[in-house]
């Protein structure tokens, strides 16, 4: 049974940084695609980057050059370096794994979320 784990979530001011990370459980994490998607109040869940086990990168045009998703298989986990924050970035953010794909479809395995807030 796979089992994602998220931290790194919590209030920013508009501007600042965040790193959430994803860490997994019962199986090796390197072979799974990852994607973080995030959810805001009365908007549909949407992906914001997902990494490939040959970790190839999709980013939404929203976040481009803003986000940075990477893995650290060593460590069994994925993270997403957000920078430049900004209001409309406020959202639950979840991992999310599959060991085909995350970005034509969600995958199989979704983790709990972490609440990202900016906001001055």
């Known amino acids: 049974q796979v089992r994602l784990v998220e931290s790194g979530g919590g209030l920013v001011q508009p501007g600042g940084s965040l790193r959430l990370s994803c860490a997994a459980s019962?199986?090796?994490?390197?072979?799974?695609?990852v994607g973080w998607y995030r959810q805001a109040p009365g908007k549909r869940r949407e992906l914001v980057a997902g990494?490939?086990?040959?970790?190839?990168?999709t980013y939404a045009d929203s976040v481009k050059g803003r986000f940075t998703i990477s893995r650290d298989n060593a460590k069994n986990m994925v993270i997403l370096q957000m920078n430049s924050l900004k209001p409309e970035d406020t959202a639950v953010y979840y991992c999310?794994?599959?060991?085909?794909?995350?970005?034509?479809?969600?995958?199989?395995?979704w983790g709990k979320g972490t609440q990202v807030t900016v906001s001055s």
């Open positions: 999310n794994a599959d060991p085909q794909t995350v970005i034509l479809r969600p995958g199989t395995y």
């Open positions: 990494i490939t086990s040959a970790v190839s990168t």
């Open positions: 019962g199986t090796s994490f390197s072979i799974y695609a």
